[in-house]
């Protein structure tokens, strides 16, 4: 004798089971698609997403991009004592995304003392307002990052490290 209550118990877990399958597959194809077309990746601990990722550090660049930064800089010029520094698109980028302004990087590096500091095989000069907490980041008078939210101890280890 044949149990059809068993089998279509059975056919019915099977048909959930392949549903949740399904909808599972089609999820991890939407982020496929979403990320790998545009060549982007989150590196480990990032809060960007995949709309939102940018190049997070200038140095890290390929020479032709890094030279398409530096001429592409200089739209909006901060002073430094006698100096003037250019802030790169990828500066621009940063403030935006941290809603740091013209003025607040001024103020940061007209009132601070300028360290320097050996970043990613390359020598920076950096500029810290304990007050704001902002840091703003220059390589041969251009800006290239601004940061906010910066505790003492991230400064300490910048001017820490030596080539």
Known sequence: MV???GR????RRGAWIWLLG???AAGLAVVYIAVVPTGQTLPVGSKATPLTLTVFSSAGLLPEVQAQETSTAGKQVVKAGSAELKLSEHAVQRMEQRGVN?????????GNKPFRYFHEGVWKTGYYDPTTKIFVGSVNN????VITNVKPRYIQNLTGKLP
């Open 102 to 110: 013209i003025e607040q990087v001024q103020a940061v590096v007209a």
């Open 22 to 24: 399904t909808f599972t």
């Open 8 to 11: 279509l118990r059975r056919l």
């Open 3 to 5: 149990n059809f209550r």
């Open 142 to 145: 251009v800006i290239t990052t």
